[in-house]
């Protein structure tokens, strides 16, 4: 099945930082979500999009629903330290196809 | 508290031996799912559930099976013949499986070779 394509595969920044990451995909997605991934735990879900354009935030979180349909970006504002993990961008259709993830490293 | 929960957290099988994951939710969804994690990969799904005795192959079906007589089990086995079996696995529920309804994890169960 088709995955998605994730940028940058990760990021080293520093404390305090903006953090930009987008997902894209030749076909078209009817929802969107992010998720964020800590070491030994599961995926937990951060934004869910549900339609074309939609703009949403969550705390120093911001995602965006692409136009074409068929991408997505997540920006973290002010990043601290306890963003440090692996974030994933999920398309939904019938199924879920995930994108291979940002490794994000924030330096104190 | 509602959510799912995963078991054992790790787990050894030697060559050879089926090994059976267990999933439990607590949240009265319908659907079920089981993701394979590989270092720098994305989720791959093996199977999932709609509906209580339903089950339908994902992507990477091959070398495991599952069942689903209760609601709230979807119990994962990892059989002989996935001979690459070493992996994150986890396991997601949502409301059902339509479009909108976003999937939740459990904590996962790592799984290795001796």
């Known amino acids: 099945g088709q995955q998605l394509n994730q940028s940058p595969q990760s990021m080293f920044i520093q404390e305090g930082e903006d953090v930009s990451m987008n997902c894209t995909s030749s076909?078209?997605?009817?929802?969107w979500l992010w998720y964020k991934q800590d070491p030994g735990e599961g995926p937990v879900l951060l934004i869910a999009?549900?339609?074309?354009?939609e703009l949403t935030s969550n705390g120093r979180l911001t995602a965006q629903f692409g136009i074409t349909r068929k991408d997505s970006f997540l920006n973290i504002s002010a990043s601290i330290p306890s963003d440090v993990g692996i974030y994933f961008c999920?398309?939904?259709?019938?199924?879920?196809?995930f994108g291979a993830g940002t490794r994000l490293t924030v330096k104190p | 508290d509602g959510g799912i929960t995963q078991s054992p957290k790790y787990l050894f099988r030697k060559e050879g031996q089926n090994v059976t994951l267990s999933c439990e939710q607590n949240?009265?969804?319908?659907?079920m799912y089981w993701y394979r994690q590989d270092p720098g990969q994305g989720l791959r799904l093996i199977y999932y559930?709609?509906?209580?005795?339903?089950?339908q192959k994902g992507d990477i079906a091959e070398g495991y099976s599952v069942s689903r007589e209760k609601k709230e089990s979807f119990p994962l086995t990892v059989t002989s013949a996935q001979k690459n079996p070493t992996a994150f696995y986890l396991c997601?529920?949502?409301?059902?499986?339509?479009?909108?309804?976003?999937?939740?994890f459990g904590d996962g169960t790592r799984l290795s070779i001796l």
């Open positions: 076909s078209i997605f009817n929802t």
């Open positions: 999009l549900y339609k074309a354009g």
């Open positions: 559930s709609q509906i209580v005795n339903d089950f």
């Open positions: 997601a529920s949502s409301i059902n499986t339509g479009p909108g309804q976003p999937q939740h």
């Open positions: 949240l009265n969804h319908d659907a």
């Open positions: 999920a398309g939904q259709n019938n199924d879920m196809r």
